[in-house]
Each structure stands twice: as C-alpha cells, then as structure tokens.
C-alpha cells in the first residue's frame, strides 16, 4: 500500500525539542528552561490583551499597522519595511521557504540556535554549521563555508544557546566578506538585554543595503512567548517578499493588542532589563565559586559546563536538579552534552538553583574523594 511521501529531506529534519514544563511528583517546579523573562508580562499587555476577547470573531488587522507604527516609532524605522510574524521563528521559516530550496545551502554557527537548520531542512535546503571559535560565531570560519550554494546566513547575535556576541565590527565584516547574492539574517532576539556598547541589534546594516534583515521577538523581554510575536526589519525588496509568503492575518489580534501595549510600556521593560543585569552576573558568580563554569553570556540565561566524570556530569546535574522541582536545559541537541542551560529566573528561583547546584558539587566532589581514596 503507498502512502503519502513528504518531499525528500522532510524525514531527516530532528524536531524541536523544548523546555519541559511539569516534572512528575513536583505540583510547582522552577522552571528555568527556555529563556522565558523572569517578571512575566507587563500588566498593560495583559490588559489589552484581555480586551480583544470580545472581538475575537474578527480577523485581525493583517496589516499589523497600528503594531508597525509603534515600532517604527520607537526604533526610528520605516514601518513599511517592518513584517510582523506569529513570533520570529515563523519569519526565520518564511525567509528560508522564500529564498533557499533544493540544492541550496543555509549557513549557520555550530552552536547557532536550532530553528535554523530545521527551516533549512524543511524547505529543502541543506544546513552548513560554521565551526566557533570560544564558543562564539567566527567570521572568518562562516566565510570560510561560504560556497557558491549559499543563499542564507543565520546569525544569533548574542546566540541562543551561549549566549555570547560578535561586536558590531564584526557583523560588518561579515556582511562586507558576503557575496551580495546572499541574505544575511541577524536575528537579535535577546538585543534588548545587551549592555555591551559595541554591539549591534544590526538596524544600520539592514539600512546600509540589500541583503541584509534583521529579526526581534516579543518572546524575551517582552516575556509574551505564549502569544507568538515578532519581527522583521528589512530592505524594501525583502519586505515584500515576505508580504508575499506570510499568511494573510499571521498574527492574532490579541498579539498586536499585547505586543503595542507591551511596547508603550517602557517602565516594565527597563525593570525586566536591570533584574537581568543584576541577577544574571550574580548567577554567573555564584556558578564559578562552586566550580561550575559559565559562557560570558550577554543574554537572560548562562550556559554552564560540567565535567565529563559520571555523576558529576551535566546528566547528573540536570537529574538532580529534577529532583529538585528545578528544570533547565540540557544541550545535547545542540552538541553540547557537558552544559546545561540556565535561564535567569526571579531572585528566590536563582537562589534555590544555586542551593540545589552547591549541594550536587558537594555530593559529586565527596563521591569523587571517595572513589580517589586507596
Ligand atoms: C536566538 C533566538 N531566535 C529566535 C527565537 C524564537 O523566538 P520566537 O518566540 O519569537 O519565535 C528564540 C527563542 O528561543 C531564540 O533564542
């Protein structure tokens, strides 16, 4: 009997795996898995997204307008060159669906956040990884893969998962090293959390040409990651383009109600930005003084290495953590078996995260010395 086939390479594509969400046995658990913000959502987002329950039976505005205006206002762009999508990933898809297919090549960083080489897959181009160097995407290895295949460059700027950054210069040769055939995507999904005065979210790059188009997310500090909404700014051609492919009402008029009202609201923005840039160094710290070592992360998590002995492993740690009621991020997926990833939660989750990690490196350290003794 034959069945229907997907097309060829759809079968090979490894679905995303996300952060896991209950632990059985544990009714509250810490959940510290997916870069979610620690505060929640503004309570003016939730207002004005409660106030569309009533209207649900109209489409939205496909347009987006109102949300593209706020944007443009804010960040002093062209709100025509702004394509909203149900959260970045979708746009990461439609640039892929829309510039790369069959014998095509997508290039990304080793370490370079998952949804890029399944959007490669999935419109049939092949993912090329670009070795790091420190754990940090290396130009010079990403132009080193370039091959006359490539169509995209997908750039984490700073990368889930490391959370580390290349500085504005950087990104500028980048794109100056790039034939100009090629779209270089920078998707900035953590820009609003950097405090680092070189770096570049890469507005000034997308308006300095052509090829280059640079992704944003409400999922971050926005902490609206249940409701679906980012965006692209782009060159005029590639605004059109993705105009094209999108779904006519892509995004929900409770996303446009919440993401327009989360963006007025730059109190509750700033107050999730100076918790991560406290908490998030505290974690780091507190890390080091037990022994475990973090990525100098830009972002609102930290990737923490473990060793590679049994029962002090990253395996391990995450086991013990579970049992704990706390869950993080393993990186196997991501070819980082000995890490696990760490959101920044509020200051009560750090802390019991930091309790839970220094009893695991007592007990893995006592079990070590044991092992050790003649
Ligand atoms: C680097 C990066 N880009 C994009 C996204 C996707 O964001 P969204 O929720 O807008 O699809 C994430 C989410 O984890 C991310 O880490």
Not at 17 to 34: C, F, M, N, Q, T
Not at 103 to 128: S, W
Not at 251 to 272: M, Q, W
Not at 299 to 306: E, G, I, S
Request: contains cysteine; aromatic residues 8%; charged residues 20%.
């Amino acid at each position: 009997m034959s069945a229907p086939q997907p097309r060829p390479g759809i079968l090979e594509i490894r679905p995303y795996v996300g952060g896991e969400s209950h632990l059985p046995g544990h009714d509250r658990v810490i959940k510290l898995a997916s870069n979610e913000s620690a505060l929640g959502p503004s309570p003016r987002a939730v207002a004005a997204y409660r106030a569309t329950a009533a209207t649900m039976h109209r489409y939205p505005d496909g347009d987006a307008l109102e949300l593209r205006q706020a944007l443009g206002a804010r960040y002093g762009l062209d709100p025509a060159r702004i394509v909203c999508g149900a959260g970045s990933d979708e746009l990461i898809h439609f640039l892929c669906r829309a510039y790369a297919g069959e014998g095509d090549e997508v290039l990304y960083t080793r370490h370079g956040f998952a949804i890029f080489p399944i959007a490669a897959q999935a419109c049939g181009a092949r993912p090329v990884a670009a070795a790091e160097r420190d754990l940090t995407a290396s130009v010079d290895e990403l132009l080193a893969c370039v091959t006359p295949r490539t169509k995209l460059l997908f750039l984490a700027n700073p990368n889930n998962p490391t959370g580390t950054y290349i500085p504005a210069d950087e990104v500028k040769r980048l794109r100056a090293g790039l034939r100009e055939d090629i779209l270089l995507v920078l998707d900035s999904a953590y820009a609003e959390f950097v405090g680092a005065n070189d770096y570049t979210a890469g507005i000034e790059l997308v308006d300095a040409g052509v090829n280059t188009v640079m992704t944003r997310t409400f999922s971050k500090i926005y902490a609206m990651g249940g409701v679906r909404l980012g965006w692209a700014y782009c060159p005029a051609p590639v605004a059109d383009v993705l105009n094209r492919v999108r779904g006519p009402f892509n995004v929900s008029s409770a996303a446009l109600a919440a993401g327009k009202a989360a963006l007025e609201d730059t109190g509750f923005a700033a107050l999730a930005r100076r918790h991560n840039d406290y908490w998030r160094p505290w974690l780091a710290a507190e890390l080091a003084k037990i022994g475990i070592p973090t990525t100098p992360s830009v972002a609102n998590f930290v990737l923490a290495r473990f060793p590679t002995t049994p029962g002090s492993d990253a395996a391990a740690a995450n086991a013990f953590l579970k049992s704990h009621g706390i869950i993080v991020r393993a990186m196997g997926g991501y070819h980082l078996p000995d890490c696990l990833r760490i959101t920044v939660g509020t200051g009560d989750e750090n802390q019991a995260l930091v309790a839970a990690l220094t009893e695991f490196q007592a007990k893995a350290n006592a079990q070590a010395s044991a092992k050790a003794a003649p």
